[in-house]
């Protein structure tokens, strides 16, 4: 192989041509003593094993879960020692490799059960402590087949261990990259960081030692285990136009060094640095921007898994309008999408609704709207129909005639729909017809019955928001508006509509029992599973898988995607079963469909009494919000904030003589007793609004103990950076003090070293010691500048110093006598008596005080 | 602080602020930890490798004498670092020629200095011409652990070896002797080829006339004659007039010439012009070791289109004769000879 390299070299172009011109060149470099492969392999796995076992054994510790310490130290340390080995040549290297996978493979197998339970068991102990930090409501929980975690995490470990020795050994090995390692461990670390849990200290010893070894190394260059090259060649040859550059492969004494000193280093570091650690860090109560996001992933993935973070596309609540599947979590920002005014009683919930999905597409996994093209139901409706379709509801009897206005600007939802409550029969919206959440003949009717009702918008109270941003609608005007509506409340009776004309009836059965071919089993199989074609009646079917959903789905906000080339519907049914409201909605549309009940899919906003509860109180004038009967139990006129948290999808079921009904099939969140969705989100939201509240009142007493950050401005924030300034100012000042004493800790040394030398009896090596002084004296006075001075160069620089000063000039002769004792201490081989080590002593303190 | 400073300084920089920032959002205690040792290192690197820089020791040696064209000059670079701190990033900057044939690129070479004993690195060079092959280190640049400071120290080292073409000579050429006489020839003047006198002896029957020592032989009853040092070895005299366009031929041939001569165990002298100096040196050949001397000298004066070395010799040394004249790549042997 050097042969080959030699010849290769000797046949370049580049340097035959440099032989020609110049008639010399340098071909190669080497050693004169080749470096230790073996050794070299070894300090390497040194710090394998220090990175993988010291991030490893802090991780598992943090979080208070028993394992072997000395099986697993003398596990990695064996894996690290076998990975390192891999560089050693390429024979190791390429079978090595291999080995090392096979036994990996055969390792995990085998040992399956124990490092699963074990890795379970380290989730469910994360699981717990994140959710008592941020005070989840739900956490998931993974099944241990092992209980003894002593034996299962010890296992868990190794095959972490064995993992990260592989990882480790391409980073430090391969690469010696800061950056890499520094990744492959500081990202683990942060499971327990991340929740201010401190890992015990010496652990991280070992890591910062090995961050600042392989800083240095990888720096230097001399790391590289020329396993690559020929066993001969020790530098890397590069041409950068007239330069030739060799640099040194590895450095065994180098990197032996730097380690050692890294570990020391690294040591003293931690104890200066221990302060910091013992601060209490909270990071609940630390808000900004950044950390609140990053907070939302972290809950998201606590709660769904780490699944749950790939969505195929965002999702932060709003509308879906009609996607489904792609959604792994929602996380809402809670920015506000309307703002509603209308007079309420806070006693029961509105929807407002805005798409209507048709036609299930099972290649695309949505519903499809009304006015969509592509809907096949599109065609089969005639514009009548679609006029009519939203008159077609039971009639209502609420004891009472009673009509209300309501008020919407949009600020942030889709300007596309006109979002309006049941039973809204006239907006002051100018959207075209057909993008009105009412028909003509509505309008038309209600003119004729509910003559008065139309006094509320004639006379209308304005509560205008000057401050407040209104999107613009497809006609380039403001999407403010009002409408006027029955109340829908939830002890209405429902009568048959007798308008309802018969061919609609017919379209209805021809359009919305529409179901794909595909999912024809999927759905006779749940529906065999819940019983639901035992029941005849729409209602009490509805009510059954309603009852069923509760019983055996849940509901979160992080169900994790529909994988691909899988039904959504089917998946979510069959396999995943939990998700959130537009889970829910579109399969039990579906699941109606098939049981033979025309049914929708409807999505819009959901307010809710507690969004009532904490709206805003405009007036408590009624007289320009309601009419109709008096409604003495009506508590005021109210602005409710509805934010993309209050999307919402439902069902609508149409029930044949009556017409769609809206129907709710979302279960609630496990442990809450009725709505979940608005309990969870509401806890959620508090959560965040705590932290902010916390973040922004620094004068809040419950947290005065703690460092406010403040991220907001920039001296806010480094305003509150004493936690971290005192100690780099200490550190500081301690390098400092250390730099200054040098000096005299130097000489300390010296005259130390010098009295036990004497004490001893060892005159030359304790004159030697005092001639090194006058040494320094000379050197540090400018009077010394050659290097390896000969005692003769001395007595002469002496000499001439001292001719300058004749009173002070010590005499020449016993200068001649101190060259000739010191050349006697240092060659002669035969110690110096007492008396005379006395007088040349004697003789160099005056010199040094002469100078 | 060196420009090959400025990306790692900016790196290093970027990394203090992402840490800060990291800082400034999380207020996570191991970041914070992370940032003052990033702080803190910097100083701590730089101060550690000036001391360690200072008691550096570099070394360049050349054990051959000289080498042939197509050999190699083996050198050994070393590195000695007595102090407690390891030193890994030392840049040796290495200049290496042959003076006929100036080489204007460099070699890093790029060492650490490791603690303890000294650590040596061979350098082997490839030399191809004739010539003198010189190497020199130009600067020696330590640099910091993180690479963020860089120290140069000075350096004066060069080492020198005479790239000497192989024993090489003629077949069966005469070689005339020479006698160089100055016109004022006082006795004695060292490095003058014909004035070295050893010792008056009585004449004997074919002595040259202009040797007679009058002065002497006035006082004395014999006629006394003047023997110069080594009177036979010394006659032969070779001038090399090195030129650059026949440089190698030259050199072959003044190297042939001087073989030929000591292979008929005749010793000879080498008139070498310097050019700072202004005058002839005689250097003594009577061995391959002299004669690598009278290459070493040769070498070191520097050669030009047209050389004026016949010129200045006969204008210092009108009457000579019998000089071996290398010139214009060849050996030209004079016709009339004094013996």
Request: aromatic share 14%.
């Amino acid at each position: 192989m050097k042969k080959e390299k030699k010849k290769k070299q000797k046949t370049d172009p580049k340097y035959l041509k440099e032989l020609e011109l110049y008639g010399a060149g340098l071909s190669a470099v080497s050693p004169v003593e080749q470096p230790g492969r073996f050794y070299l392999c070894f300090l390497r796995a040194i710090l394998i094993f220090l990175a993988a076992y010291g991030m490893l054994a802090a991780v598992v510790t943090s979080f208070d879960l028993p394992f072997s310490k000395l099986a697993v130290g003398l596990g990695i340390f064996v894996l690290a020692f076998i990975s390192a080995f891999l560089y050693y040549n390429k024979g190791t290297f390429y079978i090595g490799y291999l080995a090392v996978f096979a036994g990996f493979i055969f390792f995990s197998i085998y040992m399956y059960l124990y490092v699963n339970s074990g890795y379970q068991a380290f989730l469910n102990e994360v699981y717990n402590k994140y959710s008592d930090y941020f005070r989840l409501s739900s956490v998931r929980e993974a099944e241990e087949f092992i209980s003894n975690r002593y034996l299962t995490v010890t296992a868990a470990m190794l095959f972490m261990g064995w993992f990260f020795c592989i990882l480790l050994n391409i980073t430090i090995s391969g690469y010696m990259s800061l950056a890499l390692t520094f990744l492959v461990t500081f990202l683990p670390l942060q499971v327990a960081f991340y929740i201010d849990i401190i890992p015990p200290l010496h652990y991280l010893v070992m890591l910062i030692a090995v961050y600042i070894t392989v800083a240095v190394l990888g720096r230097s260059g001399h790391y590289t285990l020329p396993y690559r090259h020929g066993k001969e060649q020790q530098f890397e040859h590069k041409r950068r136009r007239k330069k030739n550059s060799f640099t040194y492969l590895a450095s065994s004494g180098g990197m032996l060094t730097i380690t050692l000193y890294s570990l020391i280093l690294s040591a003293l570091f931690m104890l200066i640095c221990s302060s910091i650690f013992a601060k209490d860090f909270d990071g609940r109560m630390v808000s900004n921007k950044v950390k609140d996001r990053t907070d939302e992933y972290v809950k998201t993935a606590m709660q769904g898994g780490l699944a749950s973070l790939l969505s195929r596309y965002t999702s932060t609540g709003g509308l879906a309008k009609g996607k489904l599947g792609g959604v792994g979590t929602v996380i809402p920002d809670y920015e506000p999408n309307l703002y509603v005014q209308f007079a309420t009683d806070a006693s029961d919930s509105v929807y407002l609704k805005a798409f209507t999905g048709v036609y299930y597409n099972d290649v695309y996994t949505r519903f499809l709207p009304h006015s969509d093209p592509d809907n096949p139901a599109y065609r089969m409706m005639s514009e009548e129909d679609l006029k009519t379709a939203d008159e077609c509801a039971p009639l209502l009897n609420m004891g009472k005639d009673e009509y209300r206005r309501m008020h919407i600007d949009n600020v942030d939802a889709d300007a596309e729909y006109d979002y309006s409550p049941y039973y809204t029969y006239y907006s002051t919206t100018n959207r075209e017809n057909s993008k009105k959440s009412y028909t003509e003949g509505m309008e038309k009717r209600a003119r004729e019955y509910f003559t008065d009702s139309f006094g509320l918008i004639d006379n209308a109270e304005r509560f205008d928001k000057e401050d407040r941003y209104i999107l613009h609608n497809s006609l380039g005007e403001p999407d403010s508006y009002d409408l006027l509506y029955i109340p829908f409340s939830s002890d209405a009776v429902l009568h048959t509509n007798p308008s309802i004309p018969p061919e609609y009836e017919d379209m209805v059965s021809n359009v919305y029992l529409q179901v794909p071919e595909g999912l024809y089993d999927a759905l006779d199989n749940f529906i065999a599973e819940a019983g639901l074609a035992e029941v005849s009646d729409p209602l009490d079917t509805a009510y059954k898988l309603k009852q069923y959903f509760m019983d055996n789905f849940s509901y979160t906000m992080s169900p994790g995607i529909t994988p691909w080339g899988r039904d959504m519907i089917e998946y979510f049914l069959l396999d995943q079963r939990r998700g959130f409201c537009a889970h829910y909605a579109a399969s039990s549309t579906l699941i109606f469909r098939r049981l033979g009940i025309p049914a929708r899919y409807v999505e819009g906003y959901y307010i809710s009494p507690g969004d009532m509860d904490e709206g805003e109180a405009l007036s408590s004038d009624l007289s320009s919000w309601v009419s109709g009967e008096d409604a003495t139990d009506e508590a005021g006129v109210i602005e409710v904030t509805v934010t993309d948290g209050s999307a919402h999808a439902w069902t609508e079921i149409y029930l044949y003589g009556y017409g769609w009904l809206p129907f709710e099939t979302t279960p609630p969140s496990e442990g809450e007793l009725f709505d979940s969705r608005l309990t969870f989100l509401s806890r959620f939201f508090d959560l965040l609004q705590q932290t902010r509240r916390n973040a922004g009142d620094n004068s809040n007493t419950t947290v005065s103990n703690i460092n406010m950050p403040d991220a907001k401005t920039l001296s806010g924030a480094l305003g509150n950076m004493n936690f971290i300034l005192r100690p780099v100012l200490i550190t500081l000042g301690i390098m400092i003090l250390a730099m200054l004493l040098r000096l005299p800790f130097a000489k300390l040394i010296l005259i130390i070293r010098k009295s036990l030398y004497a004490s001893r009896g060892l005159y030359n090596e304790a004159l030697l010691v005092e001639y090194e002084r006058l040494l320094r004296l000379l050197r540090s006075k400018k009077l010394l500048t050659i290097k390896n001075p000969l005692p003769r160069d001395i007595e002469n620089i002496i000499k001439k110093a001292a001719s300058a000063s004749a009173d002070t000039a010590p005499d020449p002769s016993a200068l001649s006598d101190l060259t000739a004792t010191v050349n006697y201490s240092a060659y002669s081989g035969r110690e110096l008596d007492a008396a005379k080590y006395t007088s040349v002593i004697t003789f160099i303190k005056s010199i040094r005080k002469s100078l | 602080m060196k420009l090959r400073n400025l990306p790692y300084i900016i790196t290093y920089i970027l990394c203090i602020l992402l840490f800060f920032l990291g800082v400034l959002f999380y207020r996570q205690s191991l970041l914070s930890v992370l940032i003052i040792l990033f702080i803190i290192l910097p100083p701590l690197s730089i101060y550690l490798t000036n001391i360690a820089a200072k008691r550096l020791e570099i070394t360049l040696e050349c054990p051959q004498v000289n080498v042939c064209p197509g050999g190699i000059a083996r050198y050994t670079l070393g590195v000695r670092n007595p102090g407690l701190i390891p030193l890994l990033n030392i840049l040796v900057e290495l200049k290496y020629e042959n003076l006929y044939y100036p080489n204007p690129g460099v070699s890093e070479i790029v060492i650490p200095a490791e603690l303890g004993k000294k650590k040596e690195f061979s350098l082997p060079f490839d030399v191809t011409k004739a010539g003198m092959f010189s190497v020199s280190i130009e600067r020696i640049l330590v640099t910091d652990f993180l690479h963020l400071y860089t120290r140069e120290l000075k350096s004066d080292i060069n080492v020198m070896i005479p790239v000497i073409p192989d024993e090489e000579r003629f077949e069966n050429t005469y070689f005339p002797k020479a006698a160089v006489e100055s016109e004022d020839s006082e006795p004695s003047a060292e490095g003058e080829l014909t004035n070295d006198i050893k010792q008056l002896r009585e004449y004997r029957p074919g002595d040259r006339l202009k040797d007679i020592h009058w002065k002497q032989s006035a006082r004395s009853i014999d006629i006394m004659v003047k023997e110069y040092e080594t009177t036979s070895d010394l006659y032969f005299l070779i001038l090399p007039e090195l030129e650059s366009s026949t440089l190698e031929e030259g050199i072959n041939e003044f190297n042939k010439t001087a073989n030929s001569l000591l292979f008929m165990k005749e010793s000879f002298r080498v008139a070498i012009w310097h050019d700072d100096g202004n005058h002839f040196e005689f250097v003594k050949v009577s061995s391959r070791a002299d004669l690598d001397i009278a290459f070493y000298k040769l070498y070191l004066e520097p050669v030009g289109e047209v050389s004026e070395v016949y010129y200045r010799f006969s204008s210092l040394y009108p009457e000579m004769y019998g000089v071996l004249r290398i010139s214009g790549g060849k050996l030209l042997i004079p016709e009339r000879s004094d013996d």
